[in-house]
C-alpha cells in the first residue's frame, strides 16, 4: 500500500545550494514576507507572492533567490493561505 502525499506549497528562503542572508533584525526573507503580509501580501497567490518577494530580497543581496515549491504546480496559483488547500487527514 501507498501512502499518499499531501498537497502543500513550500517557501524557501533560498534555492537548496544558496544560503539565506541573516539581518540584524532576523532572516531577510522573514522581513521581506512579513513587510509583504502587513501590506496586503494576503490577497496574492503563492506564485506572485514569491516573485514580489525575490525581488525586494536580490535588492538587499544577489546571492540569495526565494523560491516556492509544490507538489501539483496549480498550487502556486492559489491565494496564499487559502483554503482551496486542505489538510490531509492522518494515517493512523
Known sequence: ASIPTARYVHLAAAQSREQALETS???LFTGKL??????GGTAKTYRSLVSS????VRSRTA?????AYARVEKDLDQIFLNSALQPSAPLY
Open 34 to 39: 512579513l513587510e509583504a503580509l502587513r501590506s
Open 63 to 67: 546571492r540569495q533567490h526565494p523560491v
Open 53 to 56: 518577494l525575490a525581488i525586494a
Open 25 to 27: 533584525g532576523g532572516g
